[in-house]
Every structure is written in structure tokens, then in C-alpha cells.
């Protein structure tokens, strides 16, 4: 499978979503777009920065659609996965 169209599209859509919560950082739009942000970090498995925009999301929009799913799944899911990652690393030394 060739991931180089992959990671170009991964690139282009951050950059689509990040242009679009600086244009219009209170609307809707910034709100799905932060939350895809958070979601393309959570698949390139990169915990801390999809922990810090799923919570930058709920913060922002405490009311918004993606806020229960966030702490309802996305928070819990993370912390386990970053504790299992922190396990990972003191048992390897």
C-alpha cells in the first residue's frame, strides 16, 4: 500500500482545518474542523497533541456537538492509551 498519497492528504486536510479555525475561529465550522484536527493526530497515534485539541474542542464548545462523545469516549480512550504507552516505555529500560 503506498502511504505517501496518505500522508499528503493527512497534510493538506490539516492545513485545510487549521486555515479554517484561524478564519473563523467561533463558528461551527472551527468547531468540526478543531475536532478533525484532534482526530488526524489520534490516528498518527500521537496522544498528547489529540489529548490537548479534543480538550481544546470541549473547552471551547462545552455545549457543542462533539463535547459528551469527547468525554465520553475520546477522554477515557486516551488516557488508557497513554497510560499503556508510559508502561510501554518503563518496561522497555
Known sequence: MDTTGVRLATASGAKMYTTLIERYPKSAE???AQYHLATLA???KDWDKALKLYRQVAETWPDGRYADFIAE????????LMKAKGKTKRGAS
Open 42 to 44: 489520534y490516528w498518527k
Open 73 to 80: 469516549q475520546k477522554m477515557p480512550e486516551l488516557a488508557s
Open 30 to 32: 472551527a468547531e468540526t
